[in-house]
């Protein structure tokens, strides 16, 4: 699951890192490792700017584990990059050159989370979201969420573009495009 959607029993991508780290590192001829953030290329398919968010952090936190092991193991060269950039994310939209992080504010699930949530229950969705976020929805809004057919797919969709709006976050693509990616080196 989504980091923000994982419950106290699943491991973090820093924990497994971790405890690879920890295993790898008794081979006296060394050791590769690959971690991957997969969920961060998914959550990109979605254009879901909660999910990107949700999954970056997860990363940050194993490259951090990741960068405090190679400090202390001088013989160690991390590289961090992407195999590839999806839906064409913009900071801004709509005409409006900024982009707007406080209704992620103390979310603690994905759309994806909320979306199986809601629909085991029976309220309207907009009275769902109201529960669930820090910030008031508008009359527009609500009146789209509750036109939103009670189906993952809709309900999910309805989520995603609801929290895309509020923080001006666009999205070119559900694939991969041609942007280009970072490539870090330490070590």
Known sequence: PRAWDR???TPSLAEM???ALKSLD???QGFFLMVE???IDWAGHDNSIVGVISEMED?????QVVLDFARQNHDTLVIITADHETGGMSLGRDNIYRWDSRPLKGLKA???AMTTKYLAGEEPLSAFIAENVAFEL????ITTLDATPHNSTAVNDAIIDLFNKRTLTGGSSTGHTGVDVPL???G
Do not use: R
Request: charged share 20%; aromatic share 12%; glycine share 4%.
């Open 37 to 39: 953030g997969s969920e």
């Open 110 to 112: 994905t759309p994806a």
């Open 7 to 9: 419950d106290s029993e």
């Open 184 to 186: 870090y080196v330490f």
């Open 26 to 28: 008794q081979n006296p």
């Open 138 to 141: 508008s009359e527009a809004e």
């Open 59 to 63: 990363f940050i936190t194993a490259v």
């Open 17 to 19: 890192t971790q405890a």
